[in-house]
């Protein structure tokens, strides 16, 4: 559903979270998926490409093999069918005479979802016009502290607020009702667009039609682009100026799916030249069932990438999940995962203004990536306890009232949460008032510049503890946890070095380990790269400054003395390296240990 640009609303309920939950939630998850970090899909080789098991997904082999015994009547499955050129009617027709009932079209990436009978699957598995067939995944949405953290005030001083850019929100909807989302006159909204992909109903239970049933999105706006209107500019967003497009992918209940949000990245493109939009935030997520390459979620954002917009993920709020001792490494969510986009992990301000006493908060997720070892996040920002707005008589609000903060009008104007799904619009606000700096800034110009000024004095190590459990939490600054630093806006705006305007010139390095010699270094493409040289070799144009600073410890160890599972013998490297060279293949199965591990997961205002 669209719906045009609006003046004031009556206000009404709805918004969601995520990502990033609040003060009295009891988990801290990214996202809630029906399949956590599974198997790995290799690539199909040279040999293999007749092959036609290489066509679905290992996630999908115990209904495929119901299907070949045709034990599985009446049984349905969503999915994504990748095409191996975009479907045509006659591809349709196709999937219509198997059953299958079309949800979305996804041509952007030579794809459609569908709902099919399971024992269509035996004949999707034989089609050689198919490339791929995957699970359609479900996936949830995983202030003043905010913007001293982040240097914001050198930006609004030199006069940037985000005036003239365009933050696709994919999220639950924004309640542009809120007078922070109003323009200076307060008579017309800067939500310039509306459109619902979920399906499901935008009317709150006092009949009103509101664009944020759950409270999360509305929310990650006003990190962006609130401009503070109802505390007297106290919890303003990072761009509060900036206009927002409001692409709807998560319900009620802050439920979405992967073919959601890759229409709306599709519809993103499709609007770009219309609203001018620059960036996208996805403060959601799903566990990685494949690597980066296979992923149809991941595709998408590389196709936003690649049309010119950049695209901010949330690394994802596992990083408390300890898997034989892991310490929460290797839990990076799709499509944060991916080696193209710009993926933020949260810190703590720990109440105060100055960021010099901030921490990493120890549920932000850490790399390497599963499967690829994509060195992750790529930065971090302010995502713990954040106030922002709220919807009053959305779902979230309604069962977590303590997380309500008075603002100048009502009990009602802001709400607080934590989670990367926080930090994340943080830095969309950020890259915004780049963009208005100078407009011709490419994706990874963008990316380069801010993991190359990012403040990059950590300590060793720091701990939190959950006081409703009484379970204590390590976490150890390396480029895994922390990736270049602390996102500076005021040292971004300073610096003029450009990379290269080149897709894929700021690509995320891949981490390495070399079992003969027990070390682990950082690679792009077939070189590794010295602790002394630039991150992304010699087409960038720093000369010897090092992005990771002091991050890269020792001459190639990437962590130096912070890996807290000890020798590649014990099971928790395991966990994140395997046991064979250290390749990616070598990445151990997740599989459902995730979906069990909730207990981790704690009370985010705990961690002060």
């Not at 997520?285 to 296979?294: D, E, F, H, T």
């Not at 799709?334 to 986009?341: I, S």
């Not at 810190?347 to 901030?358: A, L, P």
Request: proline fraction near 4%; aromatic fraction near 8%; hydrophobic fraction near 40%.
């Amino acid at each position: 559903m669209m719906r045009t640009r609006k003046s004031q609303k009556p206000e009404g309920r709805g918004e969601r979270h995520s990502a990033a939950w609040g003060k009295r939630l009891s988990m801290v998850l990214l996202l809630a998926t029906g399949m956590a970090f599974g198997q790995r899909w290799n690539n199909p080789t040279a040999s293999e490409t007749g092959n036609r098991f290489s066509r679905i997904a290992p996630e999908l082999s115990g209904l495929l093999a119901k299907a070949h015994q045709a034990s599985a009547q009446g049984q349905t499955v969503k999915v994504i069918v990748q095409y191996k050129q975009v479907p045509s009617a006659a591809h349709y027709a196709t999937m219509q005479g198997r059953g299958g009932r079309l949800q979305a079209k996804l041509h952007m990436i030579k794809s459609a979802a569908f709902t099919i009978p399971v024992n269509a699957l035996a004949a999707l598995e034989a089609d050689p016009e198919i490339a791929s067939v995957t699970i359609d995944h479900p996936l949830k949405g995983m202030d003043d502290y905010t913007d001293a953290a982040m240097n914001v005030s050198t930006a609004w001083t030199a006069g940037y607020n985000g005036t003239g850019v365009g933050v696709a929100v994919i999220d639950s909807g924004i309640n542009d009702s809120h007078a922070d989302l109003w323009d200076s006159t307060g008579s017309d909204s800067r939500v310039v667009y509306h459109q619902d992909f979920t399906g499901t109903g935008v009317y709150n239970a006092y009949g009103h039609l509101v664009y944020d049933l759950y409270g999360h999105g509305t929310h990650v706006a006003g990190i962006i682009g609130g401009n503070g209107s109802r505390s007297s500019g106290r919890y303003a967003g990072v761009a509060p100026n900036v206009n927002l497009i409001d692409l709807r992918v998560l319900d009620a209940n802050g439920a979405g799916s992967d073919s959601m949000v890759i229409a709306a990245i599709q519809q993103a493109i499709a609007l770009k030249n219309t609203y001018n939009i620059q960036v996208i935030n996805l403060s959601l997520g799903r566990g990685i069932s494949v690597g980066y390459a296979q992923d149809p979620l991941c595709q998408a954002v590389e196709t936003a990438w690649n049309s010119g917009i950049v695209v901010v993920v949330a690394a994802g709020n596992f990083g408390r999940i300890s898997v034989n001792g892991s310490n929460g490494y290797g839990t990076v969510a799709a499509p944060g995962n991916d080696p193209l986009v710009l993926t933020v992990g949260a810190m703590k301000s720990m109440g105060t203004y100055s960021r010099t006493d901030d921490q990493i908060a120890s549920y932000s997720s850490k790399g390497p990536t599963t499967y690829d070892h994509v060195v992750k996040p790529d930065v971090v920002a302010p995502g713990n306890m954040v106030v922002s707005l709220e919807s009053h008589a959305s779902t979230l609000e309604t069962e977590y009232p303590a997380n309500d903060v008075a603002g100048n009008h009502t009990n009602h104007d802001y709400f607080t949460l934590s989670g990367t799904s926080m930090a994340t619009p943080a830095v969309a606000g950020g890259v915004a008032l780049l963009l208005q700096q100078n407009p011709s800034l490419t994706p990874d110009q963008i990316k380069a510049r801010l993991m190359k000024t990012a403040y990059k004095t950590f300590p060793t190590s720091s701990t939190a503890t959950d006081t409703t459990t009484g379970q204590t939490y390590t976490s150890y600054y390396d480029l895994f946890t922390v990736g270049a630093g602390y996102v500076d806006l005021g040292a971004a705006l300073a610096n003029t070095d450009l990379a290269p305007a080149t897709v894929g010139s700021a690509l995320s390095p891949t981490a390495v380990y070399n079992a003969s010699t027990g070390t682990v270094t950082v690679s792009n493409g077939n070189s590794t790269i010295a602790p002394s040289s630039v991150v992304w070799g010699t087409s960038v144009v720093w000369g010897s400054s090092v992005v990771w600073g002091t991050n890269v410890a020792g001459s190639s160890v990437v962590w130096g003395t912070s890996v807290v599972w000890g020798s590649s013998i014990t099971s928790g490297f395991s966990v994140v390296w395997g046991t064979s060279s250290g390749t990616s293949a070598s990445s151990v199965v997740w599989g459902s240990s995730l979906l069990g591990a909730n207990g981790a997961f704690a009370d985010t205002d705990s961690e002060q």
